[in-house]
């Protein structure tokens, strides 16, 4: 569904629907999802479409959901001076905000959001304005993957130089200051993982469960993690190996003699594999 909804935002929001396709069965769409990155998208659908707010509502799973984010639609409409798209009965309850929680939503996430749509949408014609635009929303898409909403509240106000209070610039000493120091250090590390392609090895990664299988089956140790094996003269296995719910991750190492095995496909993966180390 997440591919389906993506594809669906960059029609709708971002740009028209199609015409089998309603606004209210999109937003219902992203409402079973959950998910803050879909959800987001939510106020400005409901601004550029004018969806109608009763019908989703009364065929709406997520009630309690969909009144937070119309609570910060209301929110973000007021602020921006949007009139004429909610019901009249919502826009003019002045104390709609404060009358229904946000469940846990960040409204400052979907101000960014809001905020970052609309410019695109009143001036999508300046390329430099697009990328900046496009720029901001991965800046805070990448902020989210590595800092609390608190780290990211003292980050845009160190941004934007403003002061912050004696507890924040603790906290910000206490902890943000050390991550920002870690991904200075790592630049060139992440750089050179991220340009290698992962190797997966199917059979091999199958040959390791099936001996820890056996393993468990024959022996009395239970729930362990092979660290290593080595086939010595197609006769003997020796394997390395430690206990998962050992905290001390204390190592042990049997030897095995290949005719106790009468697997016949894990007898052929250890003869093609010979010997390998997990670590």
């Known amino acids: ?12 929001g971002y740009r028209m629907l199609g015409d089998n396709e309603s606004i209210e069965k999109l937003i219902l769409d992203i409402l079973k999802t959950e998910n803050i990155r879909y959800l987001k998208a939510i106020p400005f659908l409901i601004y550029k479409h004018k969806a109608d707010i009763h019908n989703i509502y009364n065929i709406s799973e997520s009630n309690e959901l969909f009144q937070a984010i119309i609570t910060i639609t209301t929110k973000l409409f007021n602020e921006f001076d949007i ?30 959001e809001f905020e970052l749509q609309l410019r695109n949408e009143t001036k999508p014609f300046l390329f430099i304005e697009k990328e900046k635009i496009y720029a901001e929303r991965d800046l ?37 200051k050390k991550k920002l120091n870690s991904i200075m250090g790592l630049q060139d590390f992440a750089k050179t993982i991220y340009a290698k392609t992962p190797k997966y090895d199917e059979d091999l990664y199958h040959l390791k469960k099936k001996l820890e299988n056996w393993l468990e089956n024959n022996s009395n140790d239970k729930e362990i993690s092979i660290m290593n094996f080595v086939l010595w003269d197609n006769d003997k296995i020796s394997i390395t190996y430690k206990k998962k719910n050992d905290s001390k ?8 003699k290949i005719g ?12 093609r594999y010979k010997k390998h180390d997990f670590r």
């Open 260 to 271: 106790r095995i009468k697997d016949e496909e894990l007898l052929s993966l250890m003869n």
């Open 140 to 176: 805070q898409m990448y902020l989210s993957r590595l800092f609390t909403r608190k780290e990211k509240q003292i980050i845009r106000r160190l941004l934007e130089e403003k002061p912050i209070s004696r507890t924040d610039y603790e906290y910000y000493s206490r902890k943000t």
């Open 1 to 12: 569904m997440g591919i389906e909804i993506e594809n669906k935002l960059t029609e709708a």
């Open 83 to 112: 009139r004429g798209i909610l019901p009249e009965e919502i826009e003019n309850f002045k104390k709609y905000n404060h009358e229904i929680g946000l469940a846990g939503l960040d409204y400052e996430e979907f101000r960014n």
């Open 249 to 256: 991750d204390q190592l042990f190492n049997t030897g095995i």
